[in-house]
């Protein structure tokens, strides 16, 4: 699985100022704003068709408007940059504003049905996030999980991880 494999075997990996689990074999690189930002010029002069996801759009951070602004530049004459942006609250028209001139046409848009669980809905109160995840992901859910900052992220996929191991899957 993707969060079971040894770091070295890895479809996914995770990059941030102080963590590097990508390898040769990493498929999907999982980076933040700010490491995406150093890295993109380096990363678009490969020529080779990749695909760029970018969360959280609508903040319009900095990162994010220099990110856009490079991808924006290379598609220009790069055809193989497909770009996947998005938000809880997107305003469709400022993005097709902003790609007019790179691409065809109004930027589609997807809205996909979501159904949120709070821990403290649930009928297993004093379980943790991980355990939750783990469960609902057993059962075939997509499983999206907020935590704040780096140290809790790792350590709730740290516990996902030992709660496969366990489970022998």
Known sequence: GLLTDPPDRCVVGCLTADKNTLTPDTMVSVVTDGV???????????????????????EWKTETEITLALLKEEMRTNPNIRLVLMSATPD?????????????????????????????????PESTVAEQAFKYGSEGMNILCFVEG????????????????????
């Open 92 to 124: 469709q028209q400022v993005i097709t504003d902003f790609f007019k001139d790179v691409v065809e046409g109004p930027v589609s848009s997807i809205d996909i049905p979501v159904a949120i669980h709070e821990i403290e809905d649930i009928s297993e």
């Open 36 to 58: 995406l930002v150093r890295k993109l010029p380096d990363m678009l002069k490969n020529n080779e068709p990749v695909t760029y996801i970018l969360d959280e759009v609508h």
């Open 150 to 169: 780096k140290r809790e992220i790792e350590d709730t996929i740290d516990a996902i991880r030992e709660q496969f191991r366990k489970e022998g899957k």
